[in-house]
């Protein structure tokens, strides 16, 4: 790690002051910059500490959705009782991530800024249709994520909160990188008033809608239809712990064991 | 003070050093700090193989809080770091024995090969300086495979090692090999890859030198399992200072698996360094150093036969195994895939010929030494992969097979230079069998069947060759260090006891494990008792912990020194009771007279010993503190059957290991629970290799590319079944404890019991072969290959 200005910003104006004013980066959770910066990856000259902003807290259903503030921890999400009533499979998904130490300080905004190719939350935001709020605008998530690592948040823009529309039924299923337990591949299928939703993480170089899944699952929402798409392996990742192929198939696979798990 | 049930050979006694492990108070060599202390730094190089033109340290000299830069160029009159083993080839010659300079001489031959140290306040400002070093490289082609290296055309490595070559050795009988394939009812035949591992100690490696000008003297902290050896290399072989000058501490160590058996060119460049600076260095790797620097384990190619009769009696084994060094010949590098490999070959079995030859080659990869079982995992995946491909070959049931082939007669002399000199190899395999439901298990497989996974048990009956020995032996076949060990009993006036051992302690738990035989032999409440190890300043000397070696050898010396302070304390006794020596009996504590009630306690005694007011000083020494060396007379061979259990998720690949039964043989056990827990550790580990672990390099660049945990696998807690472990006993016949070694077997048997299971529940689907480690995505593709 090299030397950097740590800032600790008490609101969301100072906060985006701050960030404006030093040309340095947000701190969230830092479960994915702290360690980059570690190993000197990331060489951020200024941090911004995002967690003393109280506009950024806070989980709360509004209508027929569930907002939760951009600082909210995983394990707040996980534990959450009105995350649990209304989408039951988001708090799964914030219980699966990382381990105990990650969730207590990884955070919804953290995750979703980072937009890392094989996180969880993006599956999630993309798969529920969900809208990104920041301090200058509304985002919907089918424009948020751009590829890897990469969003539509301007410099210095800040998310603020999520809000996830309550499906009818939703379930993600992840298989583990045996090294990280990143997702190797990971599926977030939904049946949302805007029709089913199927979002893929870790399998190619961002998070993505599998339009042939969502196609097959709109005719018939079961296990059996999922498991028959035949996912297209060209442009997925290949690596050390799966070919493209392997990952074409989990996709399948995944979506069918989400599809039963969703109830 | 008498004999408490705590201090009883055979007790699980809680591990005395657990509470300053358990409460953050242990020692480690990080935790040592010194006034004036710098801190060192490594640049390495970022290529697998390339010229260094020239250094450039000016800029990064002049960079803040820089203390001093060296480089190769500035090492004159420092030797290259030794290999303890000379193996001589088939060919008569002795291998091929290139330089392992201490910091890059003209060439780097591995990402991490360490190109400069850096010394400076603080280790943020050390290794912002390493980044200001200049280094202009000509990069030069790389070989990362042990096969490829030894291929006509493969970049040459070094000018001392023509085609990359360490040597071709082999043992057996080659003739009696070929002429019993050439009658064999039946030959299974296998390719095997061991794959290649990276240790990963909790506590990465760590060293703290220092230089007193005083008396020209040098004191390195060091996260070592063998300090004495470590003094005794560096400053023989390498810094070429008399002993009395250098001390070597291994304060309490995080784990060592072999990777801190070896004198690594880093603490050698800081104690030299620390004169030169006339101030302590501290260097403490980070965990991506580890996974470039650290000596790695196994990284095998074999092919290998085995002959059968009609009967499935095992006529014959053949076998060619590469075995990759590395960029350079680590500490003990050379003996790994030779003395302690080809030797294993006969496992539990009376094969009458076996033959196996070994090339030896280098490559661009970090150097390849022992870890965990070094060389005998490798060999029992061998012959148990074979054995088992046997037994699906032939028909004849798994444990049938084994059966058919036991070594029954002790002493056994195998056909590959051992001699077997106790075992029951059917005790554990009937109660393993018993332990892993065998009976039970056709019922299961067709339960899981019919929720579409496929189950599998696989067996290893391994044999493990412990306590390396005798000296003289090993030194006939190139060993340059002797293999005995050093242990002494020094009685203070009051009863208490201080043992200096010359094992190391850094996991296994030789504080409780020798104090209770100490609280045993002398009837002494274990908390009296107090163990010293890891310090060249206070123990005499030592071999330190490898091999399973500490109990047996180790543990033999504190016998031996042991039986002389009974042996004083009777010519103490019987002058205080006025008896002949004769008549003096040791027993629960107290010296009596035979026959009587009349006795002396151990701690008057001892008191007498140190005030000997009363004490036959015309005849005999005040004092009670006794030393022994011990070189034992053969290895010792603890032996034992695992069966493993596995269900497969076919739609994935996934391996679950449901069930896995150990019943193993170590002889005679002082601590069970410690016992257990080396048991469960080493199965692991074994799991680790077989499912999860491996160590890949890019092909053409050499990267590594799992430099972390981000990509290299480890076992995590969910990763095991609940072990189910037991042991039968042969005791030892020629150690006074009986006593066999426990360290390595959970990683010697588990791989091959793994992968058995893992081939017996893929053989539904057509499977034929698999190598490890069998992680989802190579088995999903095995599956989809067979049903292509």
């Given at each position: 790690?090299?030397?950097f ?14 960030l ?5 980066k ?9 360690a980059a910066?570690?190993?000197r ?13 109280p ?16 600082m ?20 799964a ?5 990382g ?25 999630a935001?993309?798969g ?18 751009k ?27 992840k298989f ?9 591949v ?12 199927v ?44 070919s ?7 996709v399948?696979?995944l979506a ?7 109830g | 003070?008498g ?17 300053r492990f358990l ?6 060599t ?15 190089s ?9 250094i ?23 030797n290259g ?17 290139p330089?392992?300079?201490?910091l890059a001489?003209g060439?780097v ?13 603080t280790a ?5 300086a390493?980044?200001l ?5 000509e ?6 495979n042990?096969?490829d290296?030894?291929k ?5 490595i ?12 082999a043992l ?5 090999v ?10 299974t035949k296998?390719?095997i890859?061991?794959?290649r ?7 990465p ?29 560096m ?18 160590v995080?784990?060592g ?11 050698t ?22 996974f470039l ?7 095998h ?21 590469t075995?990759?060094m590395?960029?350079?010949?680590s ?25 196996c ?15 965990r ?14 054995a088992h ?27 590959v230079?051992l001699?077997?000199?106790t075992g ?16 039970g ?12 996974k ?44 201080t ?38 300043g ?29 042996a004083?304390g ?7 009771l006025?008896?002949?020596e004769s ?5 629960d ?8 009630d ?23 020494e005040p004092g009670?503190?006794?030393t ?10 603890p032996a ?17 290991v449901?069930n ?23 199965l ?21 590319l ?5 990509d ?7 990763d ?20 066999k ?6 990683a010697i ?9 893992v ?15 069998a ?5 999903w ?8």
């Open positions: 790690m090299y030397a200005e740590l800032h600790k910003a008490e609101s969301l104006a100072k906060a985006a002051a701050l404006a004013q030093t040309g340095g947000a701190l969230a959770g830092g479960q994915s910059l702290v910066m570690k190993l990856l990331a060489v951020p000259g200024a941090l911004v500490d995002l967690s003393a902003v506009e950024l807290k806070g989980i709360r259903k509004e209508g027929d959705a569930v907002v939760i503030g951009a909210t921890r995983h394990a707040e999400v996980a534990a959450s009782d009105v995350v649990k009533a209304a989408i039951p499979a988001l708090s998904l914030a219980e699966g991530i381990d105990r130490q990650v969730r207590n300080m990884g955070t919804l905004g953290g995750s979703l800024a980072n937009n890392d190719p094989a996180a969880d939350y993006p599956a935001a993309l529920l249709g969900a809208t990104i709020n920041t301090n200058k605008r509304k985002i919907g998530a089918d424009e948020f994520f590829g890897m690592y990469e969003t539509a948040l301007a410099d210095g823009e800040i998310i603020t909160s999520v809000s996830f529309p309550v499906p009818k039924k939703a379930a993600y299923a583990p990188q045996p090294a990280s337990r990143f997702a190797l990971g599926v977030f299928v939904a049946q949302t008033a805007a029709g089913v939703r979002a893929v993480t870790g399998a190619a170089s961002a998070v993505h809608r599998s339009q042939a899944m969502e196609q097959a699952l709109a005719k018939s929402f079961t296990a059996d239809a999922a498991k028959a798409v035949k996912i297209e392996a060209k442009g997925l990742n290949s690596d050390l712990h799966g493209a192929a392997y990952r074409a198939h989990l399948s696979v069918a064991r989400a599809v039963a798990a969703s | 003070m004999a408490t049930e705590q201090g009883v050979i055979g007790q699980s006694v809680r591990r005395k050093e657990d509470v409460t953050g108070a242990g020692q480690y990080d935790d040592v700090t010194f006034a004036h202390q710098t801190c060192g730094y490594f640049l390495r970022p290529h697998a193989h390339a010229r260094i033109r020239s450039d340290t000016a800029k990064a000299k002049a960079a803040p809080g820089v203390v001093a830069i060296f480089t190769g160029a500035d090492l004159t009159g420092v770091l030794p290999c303890g083993w000379l193996i001589t080839g088939t060919d008569g010659k002795p291998m091929n024995e330089p392992h300079p201490v001489q060439k031959r591995y990402v991490g090969d360490q190109v400069a140290l850096v010394i400076a306040e943020h400002q050390a290794r912002d390493a980044e070093i200049d280094v202009d490289y990069v030069l082609p790389a070989v990362v042990c096969v290296a030894l006509s055309g493969a970049p040459q070094h000018d001392q090692a023509p085609g990359n070559k360490c040597y071709t050795w057996g009988d080659k003739a009696a070929d002429a019993a394939f050439a009658k064999a009812a039946h030959v296998l390719d890859v061991n794959n591992l990276i240790p990963n100690a909790i506590e490696r760590a060293a703290v030198a220092s230089y007193n000008r005083a008396d020209d003297s040098y004191t390195l902290y060091v996260a070592s399992q063998n300090p004495h050896v470590e003094r005794l290399l400053t023989a072989f390498v810094l070429g200072l008399p002993e009395t000058k250098v001390r070597v501490i291994a304060p309490d995080g784990g698996f072999g990777s801190k058996i070896y004198l690594y060119g880093e603490e460049a800081m104690v030299w360094a620390s004169k030169k600076v006339n101030r302590p260095i501290k260097w403490a790797a980070d965990r991506s150093e580890a620097s650290d000596a790695h384990g196994r990284d190619v074999t092919h290998a036969e085995l002959a059968l009769d009609k009967d499935g009696k095992f006529l014959a084994m053949r076998v060619h195994t075995a990759n590395g960029a350079y010949l500490t003990f590098a050379s003996c790994i895939p030779t003395i302690l490999y080809a030797t294993l070959l006969a496992g539990q079995y009376t094969t009458p010929a076996i033959f030859e070994v090339t030896a080659s280098f490559t661009n990869t970090a150097p390849v030494d022992a870890y079982g070094a060389g005998r995992p490798e060999a029992t995946f061998v012959v148990e992969r074979l491909q046997a037994a699906v070959d032939t028909g004849i049931a798994q444990d049938e097979i084994r059966r058919r082939n036991f070594i029954r007669k002790f002493p056994y002399a195998t056909p230079a001699t077997y000199d029951n190899y059917d005790a554990t395999l009937d109660e393993a069998n018993k332990m892993a439901d065998v009976a298990f056709p019922a299961r497989k067709a339960e899981a069947a019919k929720r579409g496929l189950r599998g048990i696989g067996y290893a009956t391994y044999i493990e060759a412990c306590g390396l020995a005798p000296s003289n032996v090993a030194g006939a076949l190139g060993a340059r260090a002797g293999l005995f060990e050093c242990g002494q009993v020094r009685v203070n006036p009051t009863g208490g006891v043992i200096f051992t010359g094992s190391h302690s850094h996991g296994q738990g030789h504080e409780t494990t020798f104090a209770q035989i100490v609280a045993s032999k002398l009837g002494i409440d274990i908390a009296n008792v107090e163990v010293v190890h890891g310090d060249t206070r123990v005499a000397f030592g071999m330190g912990t490898y091999g399973s070696r500490s109990l047996a050898v180790g543990g033999t010396a504190i016998v031996k020194a042991l039986d002389k302070i009974v004083k009777k010519k103490i006794a019987a002058h205080l006025e008896a002949a008549d003096i009996e040791f027993k504590g107290k010296f009596t007279v035979a026959g009587t009349r006795s002396k306690a151990f701690a008057e005694v001892s008191l007498a010993a140190y005030v000997p007011h009363n004490y036959p000083l015309d005849k005999l009670l503190d006794e022994a060396f011990y070189d034992p007379t053969n290895f010792t061979y034992g059957t695992h069966i493993c259990e596995v269900e497969i998720d076919p739609e994935t690949g996934v391996v679950k449901v896995f039964s150990a019943c193993d043989d170590f002889g005679n056990i002082i601590n069970p629970m410690i016992v257990a827990g080396q048991v469960h550790g080493g692991t580990q074994g799991i680790g290799q077989a499912l999860l672990e491996s160590c890949v390099y890019d092909a053409d660049s050499g990267q590594l799992t430099g972390s945990y981000m290299y696998a480890m076992p995590r807690a969910d095991v079944p609940s072990f189910n472990v037991s042991t039968k006993v042969t005791p030892c016949t020629h150690n006074p404890l009986g006593a070694g426990c360290g390595e077997a959970g048997g588990a791989p091959a019991a793994m992968m058995n299971a081939h017996d529940a893929l053989l539904a689907v057509g499977v034929k072969g698999i190598d490890m480690p992680s989802p995505h190579r088995v593709q095995a599956i989809q290959s067979a049903r292509a």
